[in-house]
């Protein structure tokens, strides 16, 4: 079991701050592909992963990186200073 945690307007799409789910996903972009086939919600959350930024266990990664023995993977927007 892997913790998804989603954060601002990806946790407004889907309509969950976070959620606990089973996968086979090798990679973080196996496991996208696996939500998107789930519903319509997670379609629109995922269309463009440019826009998106992955951490894997508190630690920034990219959608190529290794699932494998992670515990928590959380998805956001890119932050911007201010």
Same mark, same amino acid.
């Given at each position: 079991m892997i913790t998804v945690l989603y954060f601002a307007w990806? /946790?407004? /799409?889907? *309509?969950? $701050? /976070?959620? /606990?789910i089973e996968s086979s996903a090798k990679t973080v972009a196996e496991l996208v592909e696996e939500l998107k086939a789930r519903e319509e919600r997670y379609a629109a959350a995922f269309a463009d992963l440019k826009a998106l930024r992955v951490a894997l266990d508190q630690e920034l990664a990219d959608f190529t990186a290794?699932? &494998? *023995?992670?515990?928590?993977? &959380? @998805? @956001? $927007?890119?932050m911007t200073g201010g």
């Amino acid at each position: 079991m892997i913790t998804v945690l989603y954060f601002a307007w990806v /946790r407004e /799409r889907i *309509g969950l $701050p /976070r959620e /606990r789910i089973e996968s086979s996903a090798k990679t973080v972009a196996e496991l996208v592909e696996e939500l998107k086939a789930r519903e319509e919600r997670y379609a629109a959350a995922f269309a463009d992963l440019k826009a998106l930024r992955v951490a894997l266990d508190q630690e920034l990664a990219d959608f190529t990186a290794p699932l &494998a *023995g992670v515990r928590e993977i &959380a @998805f @956001f $927007p890119p932050m911007t200073g201010g």
